[in-house]
C-alpha cells in the first residue's frame, strides 16, 4: 500500500448532509461532498492488512485495497478501471450499499472502518465526470440471442455481461421505466434517477436492446421467448407481505412499495391512475423497521406528515456490535438511517392486532399489542403478547413495510420452471430444470441486497455464456478484467 500507516495518521470522514430542515422541502440527493484531498486521505487509511477480509465481505468480491491504493495515489482513472472490473454499477452500491465489506474491514476492529462505500461513489462520479465512462460494445457478435426478463440490478448487471459477450440481449420490462427496484422502489432522495438514466443511455449503446410496459406471460407470450437460445429470469422478490388482521382492507391501509412507487412517479413528473396515497397532515404509523420502513418515513416526512411513527415486532439491537455476531460477521446492531433522524416515534416488540376504521371504511386508528420472545427448547423463540399492553393509536394511514415473500410464480407455471423450498425459482449454478432458461437474482435467492443482485446477474451471464458457447471469457466473482497498473 502506498501510504502504510494512514490508518494511524487519519480518522474516517464520512460526507456531511444538508440540514434536516432544508432536505426534508424535497427530493433530491442531499450529502455534501468532501474535497478530492479529503477523498485521497480516507484511501490511504486503508491497512496493508495481510488478508482482506472486506473481500469476502463483499458479494462481488470487489478488489477494494487495489482501488483504495489508487485514490490515495490521485489515480481515479485506474481505481475506476479495478473497481468496474468486478462492479458493474458502482453508481448504486455507492448510495445503497450497506456496505458489509465495511463491517469485515480489519481496520474495524480497532477504529473505524475505511470507507469504502463513500469511495465508491466518488470513483464512479470522477469516471463520469471525466467522461472516462463510456459505450464498450463487443467488437464480434455471436448471433445468439437472450432474453432478460426484469430490469432490475441483477437483469441489468446479466444484460451487460453477455451483451459484452457478444450475444444479442433484449431486456423486458413490465413497468414503464426501466431500473426495477431502483426506478420505483427507491426514493429519489437515495437514488436521483437521472443516475439510472445516464447508465442506461451507455446500456442502450453499448446494443442491448429494452423493452418497457412488457410482462412477459400477461401481455407478451411465452410462446415468443422460443426465438431466443437463452433466457433469464431476474423478476424479483415482488410478492408483498400483508398483515391478515380486521381491518386490513380499511382505506388508508397501503403496501409500502404502492406508496414509494407513487412518489417516484411524482418525481419523475410520470402520470398515474390510482388515487394519490399523500402523507400530508395525517398520522402516520410505518409498520416495519427494515430499510423500505425507513424510506416511507423519509418520504411521509417530505410529504408533511403530521406525526410519523414507525413499529417493529422485533427487539431493539444493541447500539454496539452483538456477541453474537462478532467481526467479520455482518453485526447484530442498531441502525439509525437519516430518514428516522428527520422526525420519527420508533416501537419496538410491538405487535399490530386491529385496524379500526370509522362507519365509511376510512382507517382512523389501530390496535396494538406489547410483546416478548420466549426460548422454545431449541426451536424458533415463540412470540408471546404481553397481557394488558394493548394501546389504540390515532393514524389516518398505515404503510406496510413488512418486505416480500418471495418471486410471483404464474411465470414458474406457464414456463415448468420448479421452485425450491423457499419458493423461489430453483436452480444449479442459476440454471432452472429446462436448461436454456437461468434465474438470478432475488427470484432465485429470496429477498436480498442490491450487491447481491449485481453480483448474481453477473455469476449467471457467465453459466449462460458457457451453456451457449461451451465456454466463458466473462470474469468469475472477484476475479475481474484488471488493467494492466
Excluded at 496493508?48 to 487495489?66: E, K, R, V, W
Excluded at 420472545?373 to 394493548?390: D, M, R, S, V
Excluded at 413488512?402 to 440454471?431: C, H, M, W
Amino acid at each position: 500500500m502506498g501510504k502504510i500507516t494512514g490508518f494511524k495518521e487519519f480518522e474516517r470522514k464520512n460526507e456531511a448532509s444538508i440540514s434536516v430542515v432544508e432536505r426534508v422541502k424535497n427530493y433530491n440527493e442531499f450529502n455534501l461532498p468532501l474535497k478530492t484531498s479529503e477523498i485521497e486521505q480516507q484511501g490511504s487509511r486503508c491497512m496493508d492488512c495481510g488478508i482482506p477480509f472486506c473481500h469476502s465481505g463483499c458479494p462481488l468480491g470487489n478488489l477494494i485495497p487495489d482501488f483504495n491504493d489508487m485514490v490515495h495515489k490521485g489515480e481515479w482513472k485506474k481505481a475506476l478501471e479495478i473497481l468496474h472490473s468486478t462492479n458493474n454499477f458502482p453508481e448504486f452500491t455507492g448510495r445503497l450499499c450497506p456496505a458489509p465489506c465495511e463491517q469485515a474491514c480489519v481496520l474495524g476492529i480497532i477504529k473505524p472502518p475505511i470507507t469504502i462505500e463513500q469511495l465508491e461513489k466518488y470513483i464512479v462520479e470522477k469516471g463520469f465526470e471525466k467522461g472516462w465512462i463510456t459505450p464498450q460494445p463487443p467488437k464480434i457478435r455471436t448471433n445468439k440471442k437472450v432474453a432478460i426478463i426484469g430490469s432490475g440490478p441483477a437483469g441489468l448487471a446479466a444484460a451487460q455481461q453477455l451483451n459484452r459477450a457478444g450475444h444479442l440481449v433484449l431486456v423486458f420490462e413490465r413497468d414503464d421505466a426501466v431500473g426495477g427496484l431502483l426506478r420505483y422502489g427507491i426514493p429519489n432522495f437515495k437514488l436521483e434517477k437521472k443516475i439510472i438514466d445516464r447508465r442506461i443511455t451507455i446500456l442502450k449503446e453499448e446494443g442491448i436492446k429494452f423493452y418497457t410496459n412488457t410482462n412477459v406471460g400477461v401481455n407478451y407470450s411465452t410462446e415468443k421467448l422460443s426465438k431466443f437460445d437463452a433466457i433469464v429470469l431476474c423478476g424479483g422478490a415482488t410478492q408483498r407481505r400483508s398483515l391478515p388482521i380486521e381491518g386490513l382492507n380499511s382505506k388508508g391501509v397501503v403496501q409500502a412499495m404502492t406508496f414509494l412507487k407513487q412518489q417516484n412517479k411524482r418525481d419523475s413528473e410520470i402520470k398515474f391512475n390510482e388515487e394519490n396515497i399523500l402523507a400530508t397532515n395525517k398520522n402516520v404509523i410505518v409498520i416495519g423497521g427494515g430499510d423500505t420502513g425507513s424510506d416511507c418515513i423519509g418520504t411521509a416526512n417530505r410529504q408533511g406528515a403530521k406525526t410519523v411513527t414507525n413499529f417493529e415486532i422485533m427487539p431493539k439491537p444493541p447500539i454496539e456490535r452483538s456477541e453474537k455476531t462478532p467481526w467479520p460477521f455482518w453485526p447484530l446492531k442498531l441502525k439509525t438511517t437519516t430518514s428516522h433522524q428527520e422526525g420519527c416515534n420508533r416501537n419496538w416488540l410491538i405487535s399490530t392486532k386491529e385496524f379500526i376504521a370509522d362507519e365509511n371504511g376510512i382507517l382512523k386508528a389501530l390496535k396494538t399489542v406489547n410483546v416478548a420472545w420466549e426460548l422454545n427448547k431449541g426451536k424458533a423463540p415463540k412470540l408471546k403478547e404481553i397481557k394488558g399492553t394493548e394501546k389504540i393509536w390515532p393514524c389516518e394511514l398505515v404503510l406496510l413495510a413488512l418486505g416480500f415473500s418471495g418471486p410471483e410464480v404464474t411465470l414458474s407455471k406457464q414456463l415448468g420452471i420448479e421452485l425450491d423450498n423457499r419458493n423461489n425459482y430453483k436452480a444449479t449454478e442459476y440454471q432452472t430444470n429446462i436448461p436454456h432458461i437461468f434465474t438470478a437474482g432475488d427470484m432465485r435467492r429470496g429477498q436480498s441486497l442490491i450487491v447481491w443482485a449485481i453480483s448474481e446477474g453477473r455469476e449467471a451471464a457467465r453459466k449462460v455464456d458457457e451453456y451457449l458457447m461451451g465456454f466463458s471469457h466473462l470474469p468469475t466473482k472477484g476475479n475481474g478484467d484488471l488493467p494492466n497498473i
